[in-house]
T-cell receptor, first 114, second 115 residues
Framework: DGGITQSPKYLFRKEGQNVTLSCEQN?????MYWYRQDPGQGLRLIYY???????QKGDIAEGYSVSREKKESFPLTVTSAQKNPTAFYLC?????????????FGPGTRLTVL | KQEVTQIPAALSVPEGENLVLNCSFT??????LQWFRQDPGKGLTSLLL?????REQTSGRLNASLDKSSGRSTLYIAASQPGDSATYLC??????????????FGTGTLLAVQP
């Protein structure tokens, strides 16, 4: 089955720790995205990547980092510099970004800082 | 700055009723608009994508309309069922040739269909 997988489903982090969220897709999509969702707010874009070895900051990139070494994978690291990391994180992918193509989302990872 | 608003924030209807969810956006210069469904604790499922040149799109019991000039979109759900209960999100995409294929999301409408 084609789709987007995210792991883990739930993640707990202690203050000062870096954690990495996994996102994998087998849709052969060029573009991938990371969003953050907080209660009462719409999704906000953290980072996006149009192609392998390229990525750009979204609207709320501070305290986050990404890599895009493979087409299928776009991991997100939440660093200790992120002041309020507790949120629901969603990964998405689409065909080439410039075509305004439909985005497909993974099941999400819920991160809680203890 | 593009802002997307969805009203009402929550809606409860009896099973079988037809209903309309509203989405408004402040900047009519959009590339397209996408409606999503989100079940509690889950990711987003794409329902319909309307290009800026289109007026509406249909999929099964769902019909989405777009009026760019007034900055509005509606999602019509016919003969609602308890399984339709979820949060419905709309998102607009910035124009092609602009910065990116970024989606700007509304905060969603939480729909409860009572059996």
């Amino acid at each position: 089955d084609g789709g987007i997988t995210q792991s883990p489903k739930y993640l707990f982090r202690k203050e000062g720790q870096n954690v990495t969220l996994s996102c994998e897709q087998n849709l052969n999509h060029d573009a991938m995205y990371w969003y953050r969702q907080d209660p009462g707010q719409g999704l906000r874009l953290i980072y996006y990547s149009q192609i392998v070895n390229d990525f750009q900051k979204g609207d709320i990139a501070e305290g986050y980092s990404v890599s895009r070494e493979k087409k299928e994978s776009f991991p997100l690291t939440v660093t200790s510099a992120q002041k309020n990391p507790t949120a629901f994180y969603l990964c998405a992918s689409s065909r080439p970004q410039t075509g305004g193509n439909e985005q497909f989302f993974g099941p999400g990872t819920r991160l809680t800082v203890l | 700055k593009q802002e997307v608003t969805q009203i009402p924030a929550a809606l409860s209807v009896p099973e079988g009723e037809n209903l309309v969810l509203n989405c408004s956006f402040t900047d009519s210069a959009i590339y397209n608009l996408q409606w999503f469904r989100q079940d509690p604790g889950k990711g987003l499922t794409s329902l319909l994508l309307i290009q800026s040149s289109q007026r509406e799109q249909t999929s099964g019991r769902l019909n989405a309309s777009l009026d760019k000039s007034s900055g509005r979109s509606t999602l019509y759900i016919a003969a609602s069922q308890p399984g339709d209960s979820a949060t419905y999100l709309c998102a607009v995409r910035r124009p092609y040739g602009g910065a990116t294929n970024k989606l700007i999301f509304g905060t969603g409408t939480l729909l409860a269909v009572q059996p």
